[in-house]
T-cell receptor, first 109, second 115 residues
Framework: QQQVKQSPQSLIVQKGGISIINCAYE??????FPWYQQFPGKGPALLIA?????SEKKEGRFTISFNKSAKQFSLHIMDSQPGDSATYFC????????FGKGTRLHILP | EPEVTQTPSHQVTQMGQEVILRCVPI?????FYWYRQILGQKVEFLVS????????KSEIFDDQFSVERPDGSNFTLKIRSTKLEDSAMYFC?????????????FGPGTRLTVT
């Protein structure tokens, strides 16, 4: 119940394309859903986050779509760029933050 | 821009030895955390710390682990008797308000290698 399931494990997208990463959760007590971006050798950095009372949040090229009834949320990266190549973690917070297993995204130049 | 710093960047130790990982959180932050990430795997919560005491800990954070804020700036994670499976990246994070403001700022990590 405390798990956050993330897919795919890895993703290759052409420059300019849309990258989509999906996550699902079970615990309805989760009340905050952040996405983290991690570059090699660095710590995770908060990218964008959403609360369950909102179905979508957009910040620049990054959009979170949230489906409360399905207990799913996804990250969309529009106009993907090589600099977006990184590992992305979805997460959910109850009494602590639970991370998904990560998606290694590679944007082809 | 203020950032969380961690030292050392890489620590190699022998099994059974004690290690102390050090973190300097962002100066006006009140909540501090330790996470670990085994190579290629997800980030796992270890412990949160507020007002000089542990507020939450995971099942990973057993009696071999302890945290301390020995002065006004440092936040340390001690592993008393390291095991091979403790080899991982250890990230410190801090946040201003904990539950009320969720954004956690992560440090660059310490790579711990237990041989």
């Amino acid at each position: 119940q405390q798990q956050v399931k993330q897919s795919p494990q890895s993703l290759i997208v052409q420059k300019g394309g849309i990258s989509i990463i999906n996550c699902a959760y079970e615990n309805t007590a989760f009340d905050y859903f952040p996405w983290y971006q991690q570059f090699p050798g660095k710590g995770p950095a908060l990218l964008i986050a959403i609360r369950p009372d909102v179905s979508e949040k957009k910040e620049g090229r990054f959009t979170i779509s949230f489906n409360k009834s399905a207990k799913q949320f996804s990250l969309h990266i529009m106009d993907s760029q090589p600099g977006d190549s990184a590992t992305y973690f979805c997460a959910a917070r109850g009494d602590k933050i639970i991370f998904g297993k990560g998606t290694r995204l590679h944007i082809l130049p | 821009e203020p950032e969380v710093t961690q030292t050392p960047s890489h620590q190699v130790t022998q099994m059974g030895q004690e290690v102390i990982l050090r973190c300097v959180p962002i100066s006006n932050h009140l909540y501090f955390y330790w996470y670990r990430q085994i190579l290629g795997q997800k980030v796992e919560f270890l412990v949160s710390f507020y007002n000089n005491e542990i507020s939450e800990k995971s099942e990973i954070f057993d009696d071999q682990f302890s945290v301390e804020r020995p002065d006004g700036s440092n936040f340390t994670l001690k592993i008393r008797s390291t095991k091979l499976e403790d080899s991982a990246m250890y990230f410190c994070a801090s946040s201003p308000f904990g539950q009320e403001l969720e954004e956690q700022y992560f440090g660059p990590g310490t790579r711990l290698t237990v041989t």
